[in-house]
């Protein structure tokens, strides 16, 4: 089959072997799929992958286990859990300690023709959000993860940093929960986009730091982000991480102790909260694309996400 694979570099495969048949998977016939920071940082070394890359998809279920599932539209949830550890039977599955996860660790992922995934995995989406909208569910729901980790209110100061693909989805999440959001980046025509949404948006040149805000949610994707969300926040207030940066620079947390910061790392969330908030419409995210490339292309639509100020390339499977 087509695929865009990583092997110490990217470069798009016409033959690579489909992927093999486990126990209880579907197979899936991917439609589409979205280019995520996380897979810019993968070809940059994160979480030493080999494989094919990709876990934001639409696709068309050719087999599975699962009869009802043959012939349905899904997006799909990318752990791959084992069940019976500790975590699994804790309730805790996404940190499974024996998990793979799709595109990321140890399972090839949705820039392909084909993928598996285990059936349990998979969500059949409704007429109402279409394929564009269905490659957005997997960073919503990680938007919606932020929701349950923080307690959110009218009466809180919440800022998010960083207008990239993820602070903007993570701002209308929280707009949509009622919290008057304030998003701080550096694209004039991204805190545009924040206008359109009633969503109040600043450029980060403009911000000076007070120490001051209940809840900063970091999504810059950079080092940096992290420090200056710790000099935003209030003392015993909460800082949630959602970059997964790739470096080993230092920094001082001294005022992670002296102002006594919660800081809560936050990844995975919940997909049919997502769903749902894409079929009734309550999140814009067809403004998010910025383009459409064919699978030929994979190389050049990673380096084109790669730029500053792009935001959701979308990678199609069609020949
Ligand atoms: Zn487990």
């Not at 993968?42 to 012939?71: A, W």
């Not at 799909?76 to 699994?88: A, F, Q, S």
């Not at 799709?102 to 349990?120: K, S, V, Y």
């Not at 959110?152 to 693909?165: E, F, M, Q, S, Y």
Request: hydrophobic fraction near 45%.
């Amino acid at each position: 089959m087509r695929a865009l694979v990583f092997d110490k570099s990217l470069s798009f495969q016409p033959r690579h072997p489909e992927p093999a048949a486990a126990g209880g998977d579907s197979l899936v016939r991917v439609r589409q799929a979205g280019v995520c920071s996380t897979d810019l940082e993968i070809v940059k070394g994160y979480m030493g992958f080999t494989g094919v890359l990709g876990h934001e998809f639409v696709g068309e279920v050719v087999s599975s286990p699962d009869k009802d599932l043959i012939g349905q539209r899904v997006c799909g949830e990318i752990n791959v859990v084992c069940g019976r550890c500790d975590l699994c039977l804790s309730g805790l599955s996404s940190h499974c300690r024996n998990r793979s996860v799709l595109g990321i660790l140890n399972h090839d992922g949705a820039f392909a023709e084909f993928l598996r995934l285990p059936a349990i995995n998979l969500h059949v989406l409704p007429k109402t959000v279409d394929d564009d909208a269905a490659v957005f569910v997997e960073p919503l729901a990680a938007a919606f993860q932020v929701l349950k980790q923080v307690q959110i209110d009218a009466r809180k100061w919440v800022t998010v940093l960083g207008d990239g693909r993820l602070g903007l989805l993570v701002a209308q999440v929280l707009r949509d929960a009622g919290c008057p959001v304030r998003v701080i980046g550096k694209h004039p025509e991204k805190l545009a986009l924040c206008e359109k949404w009633q969503i109040r948006a600043r450029p980060l040149a403009d911000i000076v730091p007070r120490h001051d805000q209940d809840v900063v949610v970091d999504c810059t994707g950079s080092a940096a982000g992290l420090e200056m969300a710790i000099q935003m926040v209030r003392p015993r207030g909460t800082v949630v991480l959602k970059s997964t940066v790739a470096t080993g620079k230092a920094m001082n947390l001294a005022p992670v102790v002296i102002d006594e910061i919660n800081i809560v790392g936050s990844r995975c969330g919940p997909f049919r909260e997502a769903i749902r908030a894409l079929a009734e419409k309550r999140v814009d995210v067809t403004s998010l694309i910025h383009r459409r490339m064919k699978l030929e292309q994979g190389v050049e639509a990673m380096q084109l996400a790669e730029r500053p100020g792009v935001l959701k390339v979308i990678v199609t499977m069609e020949s």
